[in-house]
């Protein structure tokens, strides 16, 4: 489904990724994990236009993205989560998600979003500041879903959450697993990484430098919480 090769990204003059390879197939959760600053939020950003200087090659669905616009890109079926959450705080929870229109047979109806997260329903009418921090990232995953994005990517979706909402999130992100989507996920929790994912690519220095399987990574946890710093 996604299929990166030698992509290089620039900040102004800051070479941050430096021949970055992965590749995510259809229906797999796969998670990108490594120190703050290691080029995991710029390789979102890369795959969905939000750097503007890029080279290499990202092809979507058979389909060479590295030159189009993140409008184009997010037509395709690919969204983004970011770390901030990315929602209307002084919308309502059913404004946030239907601001945008949806786009192909895949957009997830409201009734299903609901059975999703239950808790916005309840908070349908509320203001999207009003919510926890839990039931905002909730909103911010569901967007993408009622637009009709079938390739997800979720930055640090864990991160500050009480550990029963990560149960919930990662609840959250296997069913959608299961309804046959996709997921590149960028986390620093290895428990919840290996819980969700099927496989993981480490990254140093804007470079993959390995790529482990769920045991690899339950085996070294704590190398890698020393490596990362967690």
Same mark, same amino acid.
């Given at each position: 489904m996604l299929k990166i090769t030698n992509l290089d990204s620039f900040y102004g003059e800051s070479h941050v990724l430096q021949g970055i390879d992965l590749n995510v197939e259809?229906?797999?959760?796969?998670?990108?994990?490594?120190?703050?600053?290691? *080029?995991?939020?710029?390789?979102l950003k890369s795959i969905i236009g939000d750097i503007p200087r890029r080279t290499g090659s990202i092809v979507f669905n058979n389909a /060479?993205?590295?030159?189009?616009?993140? /409008? !184009?890109i997010c037509k395709m079926?690919? *969204?983004l989560v970011p770390?901030?959450?990315g929602i209307f705080s002084t919308l309502s929870v059913y404004?946030?998600?239907?601001?945008? @229109?949806?786009?192909?047979? !895949? =957009?997830?109806?409201?009734? @299903?979003?609901? /059975?999703?997260f239950p808790v916005l329903k309840d908070r349908n009418a509320q203001k999207a500041s009003s919510l926890s921090g839990g039931e905002q990232q909730m909103l911010a995953i569901a967007r993408p879903l009622y637009m009709g994005s079938t390739f997800l990517l979720l930055d640090e979706p864990s991160e500050g959450l009480a550990p029963v909402i990560i149960d919930a999130i *990662?609840?959250?992100? !296997?069913?959608?697993? =299961?309804a046959g989507l996709t997921v590149l996920l960028v /986390?620093?929790?290895l428990p919840f990484a290996t819980e969700v994912a099927d496989r993981h690519y480490l990254l140093?220095? *804007? @470079?993959?430098?390995?790529e482990m399987s769920n045991s690899e990574v339950a085996t070294e946890e704590e190398s890698l919480l020393a490596h990362l710093g967690v």
């Amino acid at each position: 489904m996604l299929k990166i090769t030698n992509l290089d990204s620039f900040y102004g003059e800051s070479h941050v990724l430096q021949g970055i390879d992965l590749n995510v197939e259809a229906g797999e959760v796969v998670t990108l994990i490594g120190r703050n600053g290691a *080029g995991k939020t710029t390789t979102l950003k890369s795959i969905i236009g939000d750097i503007p200087r890029r080279t290499g090659s990202i092809v979507f669905n058979n389909a /060479e993205i590295i030159n189009a616009t993140s /409008e !184009q890109i997010c037509k395709m079926g690919v *969204g983004l989560v970011p770390d901030d959450r990315g929602i209307f705080s002084t919308l309502s929870v059913y404004e946030n998600l239907t601001i945008g @229109r949806p786009v192909g047979p !895949q =957009a997830w109806p409201l009734s @299903r979003v609901y /059975e999703l997260f239950p808790v916005l329903k309840d908070r349908n009418a509320q203001k999207a500041s009003s919510l926890s921090g839990g039931e905002q990232q909730m909103l911010a995953i569901a967007r993408p879903l009622y637009m009709g994005s079938t390739f997800l990517l979720l930055d640090e979706p864990s991160e500050g959450l009480a550990p029963v909402i990560i149960d919930a999130i *990662g609840s959250a992100i !296997q069913q959608i697993k =299961a309804a046959g989507l996709t997921v590149l996920l960028v /986390e620093q929790n290895l428990p919840f990484a290996t819980e969700v994912a099927d496989r993981h690519y480490l990254l140093e220095n *804007g @470079r993959i430098v390995r790529e482990m399987s769920n045991s690899e990574v339950a085996t070294e946890e704590e190398s890698l919480l020393a490596h990362l710093g967690v």
